[in-house]
């Protein structure tokens, strides 16, 4: 399945966006799928991930944790993660992408990486 991530902007510190990864078929085949993040200047990290195939099943990185969801729908074939209270070092290209576990938290990206949406929180 095919990931494409949008919704990025410009936004103010402490505001809100919510980004958006359509599939181009069922995300339940993905199995999983995570959202990272690109700094300028830093590696890729990964912020959230989402079980397509068990309720319930999330993890956050700890500097998104009570800040960020993620969530899915079936229906839309899309996984949206809600950003709020941004800061500033919130600020980068945001990528989605299929995601396999290990079971221990580790979670490591399966397809390409596409155009990403950049996401750019001023202070």
């Known amino acids: 399945v095919q990931l494409q991530a949008s919704g990025g902007g410009l936004v103010q510190a402490g505001g809100s966006l919510r980004l958006s990864c359509a599939a181009s078929g069922s995300i339940f085949v993905a199995g999983a799928i995570g959202w990272y993040r690109q700094a300028p200047g830093k590696q890729r990290e990964l912020v959230a991930a989402i079980s397509t195939t068990t309720a319930g099943v999330t993890n956050y990185a700890d500097f998104v944790q009570g800040r960020f969801t993620i969530s899915k729908d079936y229906s839309k074939n899309a996984v949206y993660l809600q950003m709020n209270s941004l800061k500033p070092e919130d600020t980068g290209v945001y990528y989605c992408?299929?995601?396999?576990?290990?079971?221990?938290?580790?979670?490591?990206?399966?397809?390409?990486w596409g155009q990403g949406t950049l996401v750019t929180v001023s202070s």
């Open positions: 992408n299929a995601v396999d576990t290990n079971g221990v938290g580790d979670y490591f990206p399966l397809g390409s």
